[in-house]
């Protein structure tokens, strides 16, 4: 009973708790209803006040984000897989949103266990795109493209701003780098319906 969450009442485990939100994309569209288009996601610069996402704004990114994706060729999906190359910041949850939105899988990519790391989870889970917020990252998913570890990378979409090198390097290997604001745009103009 110690390890029972307080609201299970029986002794059959849970699957969820409201009959509206069965999937991670669900909690979301719940959110947004029951708060009413209220704050979403919170961010901040040092000693600076919190600065604020409605959930419309996080919506709307997140579908035009998730159909930039589709239409380079992603599939809406659970045999999708979509990496994530970056630390704690809203752009992560939009891209998580994205995965969700359209029944891709978000695989978080970590480099805590060593370079080795993401050599092992890009190919493991046959990652073709990542989205990574630096682009010092970017340049780490490119040192295993070159050296032919990681075969399947084509694709990644970078948060902050980079230089031209990366782009030219990129293409050198066969990896297309843009930014996530112009795969937003790209869904913005061509929208598709959540899956």
């Known amino acids: 009973g110690a390890r029972r969450s307080v609201i299970g ?4 485990l849970l699957t969820h708790y409201y009959d509206d939100a069965r999937t991670m994309y669900e909690v979301f569209r719940r959110g947004f209803s029951i708060s009413e288009n209220g704050p979403c996601l919170g961010f901040r610069k040092p000693k600076q ?21 589709l239409q380079q060729g992603c599939k809406p999906s659970t045999k999708q897989f979509i990496g994530v190359f970056a630390q704690n910041r809203p752009e992560w949850i939009i891209s998580e949103l994205a995965c969700y939105t359209y029944s891709m899988v978000v695989v978080p990519l970590y480099d805590t266990l060593g370079p080795g790391a993401i050599r092992y989870i890009v190919n493991t889970a046959d990652i073709s795109t990542v989205i990574c917020d630096k682009p010092e990252k970017a340049r780490i998913l490119l040192d295993h493209v070159e050296r032919k570890e990681t075969p399947g990378l084509s694709s990644i979409i970078l948060m902050d701003p980079f230089e031209k090198e990366l782009t030219e390097r990129g293409r050198c290997c ?5 930014t996530m604001q112009e795969v937003e745009d790209c869904g913005r103009e061509s929208r598709h319906v959540p899956v």
Request: hydrophobic share 35%; aromatic share 10%.
């Open 9 to 12: 009442d029986s002794p059959q």
């Open 49 to 69: 006040p919190y600065q604020w996402l409605s959930y419309k704004e996080v919506a709307e990114r997140a579908e035009a984000l998730g159909s930039g994706l």
């Open 174 to 178: 066969g990896v297309r780098i843009q």
